[in-house]
Protein backbone atom coordinates (compact mmCIF):
# COMPACT_ATOMS: atom_id res chain seq x y z
CA UNK A 1 0.00 0.00 0.00
CA UNK A 2 1.21 3.66 -0.93
CA UNK A 3 1.41 6.09 1.86
CA UNK A 4 2.20 9.79 1.38
CA UNK A 5 2.75 12.09 4.43
CA UNK A 6 3.06 15.83 3.68
CA UNK A 7 4.45 18.61 5.95
CA UNK A 8 5.88 21.49 5.71
CA UNK A 9 3.09 24.02 5.24
CA UNK A 10 2.42 26.54 7.53
CA UNK A 11 1.29 30.40 7.61
CA UNK A 12 3.53 33.45 5.87
CA UNK A 13 3.80 36.79 4.63
CA UNK A 14 3.65 37.47 0.84
CA UNK A 15 7.19 37.13 -0.31
CA UNK A 16 8.36 34.58 1.86
CA UNK A 17 9.20 31.09 1.17
CA UNK A 18 8.48 27.50 2.22
CA UNK A 19 9.51 23.63 1.81
CA UNK A 20 7.22 21.12 1.61
CA UNK A 21 8.34 17.60 2.12
CA UNK A 22 6.44 14.49 0.96
CA UNK A 23 7.65 10.93 2.51
CA UNK A 24 6.37 7.88 0.71
CA UNK A 25 6.30 4.44 1.64
CA UNK A 26 5.47 1.30 0.49
CA UNK A 27 6.68 1.00 -3.27
CA UNK A 28 9.82 1.39 -5.32
CA UNK A 29 10.10 5.03 -5.21
CA UNK A 30 12.44 5.37 -7.81
CA UNK A 31 9.84 4.16 -10.27
CA UNK A 32 6.90 6.33 -9.94
CA UNK A 33 6.27 10.10 -11.16
CA UNK A 34 4.72 12.24 -8.19
CA UNK A 35 3.40 15.75 -8.13
CA UNK A 36 1.92 18.29 -5.85
CA UNK A 37 -1.24 19.60 -6.20
CA UNK A 38 -3.44 22.47 -4.77
CA UNK A 39 -6.87 23.43 -3.81
CA UNK A 40 -7.45 26.87 -2.77
CA UNK A 41 -11.07 27.57 -1.63
CA UNK A 42 -13.76 27.29 -3.63
CA UNK A 43 -11.61 25.99 -6.22
CA UNK A 44 -10.72 22.61 -8.18
CA UNK A 45 -7.58 20.60 -7.46
CA UNK A 46 -4.54 22.01 -9.89
CA UNK A 47 -1.16 20.83 -10.12
CA UNK A 48 1.52 22.51 -9.57
CA UNK A 49 4.61 20.69 -10.00
CA UNK A 50 5.87 17.15 -10.76
CA UNK A 51 8.78 14.84 -11.65
CA UNK A 52 8.37 11.95 -13.35
CA UNK A 53 10.40 8.47 -12.87
CA UNK A 54 12.93 9.65 -15.80
CA UNK A 55 13.39 13.34 -13.78
CA UNK A 56 11.55 15.69 -16.19
CA UNK A 57 9.43 18.38 -14.39
CA UNK A 58 6.51 20.03 -15.25
CA UNK A 59 5.00 23.44 -13.67
CA UNK A 60 1.93 25.02 -14.09
CA UNK A 61 2.85 28.61 -15.57
CA UNK A 62 1.54 30.37 -12.26
CA UNK A 63 4.52 28.83 -10.28
CA UNK A 64 6.98 29.25 -13.09
CA UNK A 65 10.44 30.72 -11.42
CA UNK A 66 9.03 30.69 -8.29
CA UNK A 67 8.72 27.08 -7.00
CA UNK A 68 10.69 24.34 -7.77
CA UNK A 69 9.87 20.24 -7.38
CA UNK A 70 12.95 17.76 -6.27
CA UNK A 71 13.20 14.75 -4.62
CA UNK A 72 16.07 12.30 -2.63
CA UNK A 73 15.03 8.88 -4.10
CA UNK A 74 17.20 7.59 -0.95
CA UNK A 75 15.16 9.27 1.52
CA UNK A 76 11.74 8.68 -0.60
CA UNK A 77 10.70 11.95 -0.62
CA UNK A 78 9.33 14.62 -2.75
CA UNK A 79 10.15 18.40 -1.99
CA UNK A 80 8.77 21.72 -3.08
CA UNK A 81 10.66 24.45 -2.49
CA UNK A 82 8.34 27.48 -3.08
CA UNK A 83 9.93 31.31 -2.84
CA UNK A 84 8.08 34.38 -3.75
CA UNK A 85 4.86 33.08 -2.36
CA UNK A 86 1.26 35.44 -3.13
CA UNK A 87 -1.54 35.29 -1.61
CA UNK A 88 -2.78 33.21 -4.56
CA UNK A 89 -1.30 30.25 -3.44
CA UNK A 90 -3.11 30.20 -0.26
CA UNK A 91 -4.25 26.46 -0.49
CA UNK A 92 -4.01 23.35 0.74
CA UNK A 93 -1.57 21.32 -1.05
CA UNK A 94 -1.41 17.61 -2.10
CA UNK A 95 1.62 15.24 -2.54
CA UNK A 96 0.17 12.67 -5.24
CA UNK A 97 1.98 9.29 -7.08
CA UNK A 98 1.33 6.95 -9.95
CA UNK A 99 3.03 4.30 -11.06
CA UNK A 100 5.57 5.09 -14.60
CA UNK A 101 5.71 8.32 -16.59
CA UNK A 102 2.25 9.80 -18.32
CA UNK A 103 2.41 12.83 -20.46
CA UNK A 104 -0.61 14.43 -18.56
CA UNK A 105 1.57 15.28 -15.33
CA UNK A 106 -0.47 17.90 -14.12
CA UNK A 107 -3.47 16.22 -14.71
CA UNK A 108 -4.96 15.45 -10.80
CA UNK A 109 -6.77 12.15 -12.88
CA UNK A 110 -3.33 10.48 -13.73
CA UNK A 111 -2.56 9.82 -10.12
CA UNK A 112 -3.62 6.81 -8.08
CA UNK A 113 -2.39 7.32 -4.26
CA UNK A 114 -2.64 10.77 -2.61
CA UNK A 115 -1.63 12.32 0.70
CA UNK A 116 -3.72 13.90 3.39
CA UNK A 117 -2.59 17.41 2.87
CA UNK A 118 -0.59 20.70 4.17
CA UNK A 119 -2.03 24.04 4.54
CA UNK A 120 -0.30 26.94 2.98
CA UNK A 121 -1.44 30.12 3.94
CA UNK A 122 0.13 33.29 2.81
CA UNK A 123 -0.65 36.96 3.75
CA UNK A 124 -0.89 40.56 2.21
Known amino acids: QVQLVESGGGSVQSGGSLRLSCVASGHTYSSYSMGWFRQGPGKGREGVAC???????RYADSVKGRFTVSQDNAKNTLYLQMNSLKPEDTAMYYCAARYGRTWYLLQSTEYDYWGQGTQVTVSS
Open 51 to 57: IDSYGTT
